[in-house]
Nanobody
Framework: QVQVVQSGGGLAAAGGSLRLSCIVSGLTFDAYAMAWARQGPGKEREVISCIDWSGSQTFYTDSVKGRFTISRDNTKNTLILQMRSLKPGDTAMYYC?????????????WGQGTQVTVSS
């Protein structure tokens, strides 16, 4: 049984930083690409960052490029999203996702979500 368990997030002031973590079990972690997605109030869920199985290839949507960093530790089955220079527009529910294909647009496994709220 695959489990994707998220932690981190919470409340931050604009300009601040937060860190999200995701621990995956029940699959061969280093055989999977990973991603972070978010869903803001009244918006559809969108993938904001992807990382391939080795960590050598990454993608960021324009809205977070230069501010967010995705990384993974395959020895700990862990995915990280370091968020800096946060803006109120980053307020959303954030999700971790896993799939065999890198940034394919379709993700097989999802975390439970964690709320990030950025105050102005």
């Amino acid at each position: 049984q695959v489990q994707v368990v998220q932690s981190g997030g919470g409340l931050a002031a604009a300009g601040g930083s937060l860190r999200l973590s995701c621990i995956v079990s029940g699959l061969t972690f280093d055989a999977y690409a990973m991603a972070w997605a978010r869903q803001g109030p009244g918006k559809e869920r969108e993938v904001i960052s992807c990382i391939d199985w080795s960590g050598s290839q990454t993608f960021y949507t324009d809205s977070v490029k230069g501010r967010f960093t995705i990384s993974r530790d395959n020895t700990k089955n862990t995915l990280i999203l370091q968020m800096r220079s946060l803006k109120p527009g980053d307020t959303a529910m954030y999700y971790c996702a896993a799939d065999e294909d890198y940034c394919s647009g379709s993700w097989k496994y999802w975390g439970q979500g964690t709320q990030v709220t950025v105050s102005s």
